[in-house]
């Protein structure tokens, strides 16, 4: 099973400005063209499953030290950190724009 991420958690991430776009998505499935630059593919394995999650953050130390921690209470490891993705400035995302109408 996939990280299960807590309301504290979730709270605790966004003070350092890190945010779990998607989880449980394979890199194929990722829509470049709609997605900000900041997306990095976290590879992590949990109970001998491999998981990867698409994740928005400025710095990759701040992801490592997010999923090592959760990670760590489950007997889980971080693989790998990639960047490279999406084609949006972070400041011009917007997930959830206005409808017009």
Do not use: C
Not at 37 to 50: A, G, K, L, N, R
């Amino acid at each position: 099973m996939a990280i299960t991420w807590t309301d504290d958690d979730k709270e605790r991430l966004k003070k350092i400005e890190v945010i779990i776009h998607q989880q449980n998505i394979r890199e194929s499935d990722l829509v470049q063209k709609t997605l900000p630059t900041d997306i990095h593919m976290v590879e992590y394995v949990q109970e001998e499953e491999t998981y990867s999650d698409a994740v928005r953050a400025a710095k990759k130390s701040d992801i490592f030290d997010s999923y090592y921690d959760k990670l760590k209470e489950v007997g889980g490891v971080v693989i790998s950190i990639r960047s490279g993705f999406g084609t949006i400035q972070p400041k011009m995302y917007n997930p959830q724009p206005k409808k017009k109408g």
